[in-house]
Every structure is written in C-alpha cells, then in structure tokens.
C-alpha cells in the first residue's frame, strides 16, 4: 500500500535522480515509512495523520533510532549515505505552534521536514535538501548529455561526503 496517491509520479521524479523506490519501513505505533535510495542518500516518506502534537515527540525518537541504524549498517557495508525525511502532516498541524522547529526535530542522523500531506509530490520537490531532485525542472528539455551531466556531478558529489557537496552542487547549478 502507497502512502500518497501520487506515488507513482514522486517515484518517477525520483528516478530520474538515481533515487529508487525500496521497502516500506515499520517505524513502531502504525508508523510506516515508504523508502527510496540511492548511492548517496536515503529518503523517508512517514504518514503521520494519526499521530497528534503530543505524540511527536515519540515518532522522532522511533524515527532517529531506526534510521540511525540503518544508516549505521549502511557505513559498515562501506556505503555513507544521508537521510532525509518527510513526515507527512495536515495543514493545521503544519500550524501549531507546539510543533518541533525542522532544525530542533533533526537530531544526529537525518534531516526532517514537515510535508503537507494535501500536497506531499509538490512539498517534497519544493522543500527537499537533495536539491538535486529538481534538477528536470530547471533544465526543461534536457537531453541525455545533460542527464549524463547530472549523473556524473551526483557522483562527484557523493564523493565529498560533506556538508560542503550540497554548495558544490548548487554553485555548479547556478552556472
């Protein structure tokens, strides 16, 4: 079962970044996560409409333990990978007050953000750190030299390991 009806569009999207769609997850409390990988990052797509402002606290604290496993695995087989998650959530908690800052809710392992779940395909290109994943919207009517231009920055990239390759990446972007 797919998270968003959209699911085949976002995994599409992602595809064409060399992100492909992989198991779901089971994050504990009827949290499941939809994964994508790829050989520089994991992403997460959690659907949080059952959990309230109360019960945040408990999904991060399941969400961090699982995914710093996971990526601890990940290192030992040689791989270094990043995580990114989005926790789909209505617009009205999207409005609480009481809801974790993004940078207060990314705690040593991953990078979170707060989707919109009226809207997940659009708030997940929009917002995602991997900016990477616009790159056909920015490019329109890219040929195979410039997805081969793509692909070989995505691998440059990967190979700085560092905060430093997503300034890379949009310094060569802005050429």
Not at 3 to 23: C, F, M, Q, Y
Not at 113 to 141: F, H, Q
Not at 142 to 166: T, V, W
């Amino acid at each position: 079962m797919n998270i968003i009806p959209e699911h085949t569009e976002l995994t599409s999207r992602l595809d064409k970044v060399g992100l492909t769609a992989g198991a779901q997850v089971d994050f504990g409390a009827g949290s499941v996560a939809e994964t994508w990988t790829s050989d520089y990052a994991e992403l997460y797509l959690v659907d949080a409409a059952a959990v309230t402002i109360g019960g945040i606290s408990e999904l991060l604290s399941r969400l961090d333990r699982i995914v710093a496993t996971r990526l601890r695995q990940q290192r030992d087989a040689g791989r270094f990978l990043d995580a990114h998650v989005c926790i789909l959530v209505s617009k009205e908690m999207l409005r609480d007050d009481q809801l974790k800052r993004e940078s207060d809710a990314s705690r040593y392992v991953s990078r979170k953000y707060w989707i919109d779940r009226s809207a997940p395909v659009e708030e997940i290109l929009r917002r995602l750190t991997l900016t990477w994943v616009e790159v056909d919207a920015a490019a329109p009517g890219s040929d195979s030299q410039h997805l081969q231009e793509f692909s070989d920055l995505r691998k440059r990239i990967a190979a700085r390991m560092g905060s430093g390759a997503a300034s890379e990446f949009l310094e060569v972007l802005r050429k």
